[in-house]
């Protein structure tokens, strides 16, 4: 059994900035890749960024391309979202994933584990 714990959301104005964090305990698989969802009210659960388990291979959603950044800790089993020049349509609850394929482009159904989720709000 895998747990992931979500932490680092919160309340920003339009261009600042915040820093996700998403730890993972329990039965982890440093093969999988690890990434972020999110989803605001009304709309689906989209993907944002993903990274392998060897932190070489990386990819982002078009929206975030140049403002997002994700990095991952596997000495910690933790992945970090930096989002930077936020805007008020990024506000969603953000999601971690860990994806049991190796892949960054991870898929919403591709087997894996999920976070709670954790609130992100960008007020203009």
């Known amino acids: 059994q895998v747990q992931l714990a979500e932490s680092g959301g919160g309340l920003v104005q339009a261009g600042g900035s915040l820093r996700l964090s998403c730890v993972a305990s329990?039965?982890?698989?440093?093969?999988?890749?690890m990434g972020w969802f999110r989803q605001a009210p009304g709309k689906e659960r989209e993907f944002v960024a993903g990274i392998t388990g060897s932190g070489l291979g990386i990819e982002y959603a078009d929206s975030v391309k140049g403002r997002f950044s994700i990095s991952r800790d596997n000495a910690k089993t933790t992945v970090y979202l930096q989002m930077n020049s936020l805007k008020p349509e990024d506000t969603a609850v953000y999601y971690c994933?860990?994806?049991?394929?190796?892949?960054?482009?991870?898929?919403?159904?591709?087997?894996?584990?999920w976070g709670q989720g954790t609130q992100v709000t960008v007020s203009s």
């Open positions: 994933k860990l994806s049991l394929l190796p892949s960054p482009r991870i898929g919403y159904g591709a087997p894996g584990y």
């Open positions: 329990g039965r982890t698989f440093s093969s999988g890749a």
